[in-house]
């Protein structure tokens, strides 16, 4: 398996753009999470899907922020109107479901700038 | 709610010698603890987890890390640190429906000739 395939893995837009981040998990996995990072806050859990559903998105920093997983292999995560304090790595991560807390798959991760 | 505390933001290590991360955890039940690498522009890696049993856990690339319950810790060792070793190290713990990683801020370890 390829691993967990972020898209794009570099990102510049301009403030008020609409950004989108693109995420494959892993095949058969059944969990996915998004992850924010920064210098500031560290990893940041922003939301996760159990079996395409959304679990939790309380670490959704604001309405500006959605994200959809419309099947088994495919999410994303949308930021309009971007804003500069949103530049940040995002990572997006799957794990399969054997048990609580089974190690999670990481990408490589989306470098976002907003200018 | 839980939560974890990595108290070094950097530490630099000479080569060939030994190494220990810190990271003390916020959970009030019987924590799953975790331990990532990443490499500079890759995503994380993971080094060893615990779950239960015996508290001293060997992972890959020569880590272990020991869970004391005691002083609500689980810090990171290696006995002799390689030049490859320069990453910033991730401490984790489950989420109290077990289903997602909280993660502290994060240690950058430099090593130096």
């Known amino acids: 398996d390829a691993g967990v395939i972020q898209s794009p893995r570099h990102e510049v837009t301009e403030m008020g753009q609409e950004v989108t981040l693109r995420c494959k998990p892993i095949?058969?996995?059944?969990?996915l999470f998004w992850y924010r990072q920064t210098m500031m806050r560290g990893l940041e859990l922003l939301i996760y899907?159990?079996?395409?559903?959304?679990?939790?998105d309380s670490g959704m920093p604001e309405d500006r922020f959605s994200a959809k997983m419309p099947n088994a292999s495919f999410s994303t995560l949308k930021i309009q109107p971007s804003e500069p304090r949103d530049s940040a790595v995002y990572f997006c991560?799957?794990?399969?479901?054997?048990?609580?807390?089974?190690?999670?798959?990481f990408g490589q991760g989306t470098r976002l700038t907003v200018v | 709610a839980q939560s974890v505390t990595q108290p070094d933001i950097h530490i630099t290590v000479s080569e060939g010698a030994s190494l220990e991360l810190r990271c003390n955890y916020s959970?009030?039940?019987?924590?799953?603890l975790f331990w990532y690498v990443q490499s500079p522009g890759q995503g994380l890696q993971l080094l060893l987890k615990?779950?239960?049993?015996?508290?001293l856990v060997q992972g890959i690339k020569g880590f272990e890390a020991e869970f004391k319950r005691s002083q609500s810790s689980f810090n990171l060792r290696k006995p002799s640190v390689h030049w490859s070793d320069a990453a910033e190290y991730f401490c984790?713990?489950?989420?109290?429906?077990?289903?997602?990683?909280?993660f502290g801020k994060g240690t950058t370890l430099s090593v130096s000739s």
């Open positions: 991560a799957s794990r399969p479901d054997r048990g609580v807390n089974t190690e999670a798959f």
């Open positions: 095949s058969g996995h059944d969990y």
């Open positions: 899907f159990n079996n395409n559903v959304p679990i939790d």
């Open positions: 959970y009030g039940a019987t924590p799953y």
């Open positions: 615990y779950f239960s049993g015996d508290t």
């Open positions: 984790a713990v489950g989420n109290q429906a077990g289903t997602a990683l909280i």
